[in-house]
């Protein structure tokens, strides 16, 4: 739990967006079986706005060259398909998603 959070202090001085006052979402609590969608990104759609950074509730998406969740602990709540400005993320069922990927 202390490095997740030492790692998301790291990155807030880059996050150019955001004026403060800043605090570190974090979820400590791994997901497991329970989630039945997760949010899958369209990299070609998505113009790195960070939308989806600012507003994730558990603190689970990540801003690089593209945006990558961390599945292990995002709960699949949608807030950032919603909020996404180009529609790059969508919700996908669990079932298909594991069907796709074998």
Not at 30 to 37: A, D, E, L, P, S
């Given at each position: 739990m202390q490095k997740l959070v030492e790692e998301r202090m790291k990155?807030?001085?880059s996050m150019k967006k955001l004026n403060g006052p800043y605090s570190v979402k974090i979820s400590d609590v791994?997901?497991?079986?329970?989630?039945?969608?997760r949010p899958v990104i369209t990299n070609e759609k998505c113009v790195r706005c960070g939308i989806c950074v600012e507003d994730c509730p558990c603190?689970?998406?990540e801003l690089t060259e593209v945006i990558n969740f961390d599945y292990d602990y995002c709960k699949g709540?949608?807030?950032?398909?919603?909020?996404?400005?180009?529609?790059a993320i969508v919700m996908v069922e669990e079932s298909k998603f594991k069907d796709e990927v074998k």
């Open positions: 990155k807030l001085p791994k997901t497991g079986t329970w989630r039945n969608k603190g689970v998406v709540c949608g807030i950032c398909a919603n909020e996404c400005p180009k529609k």
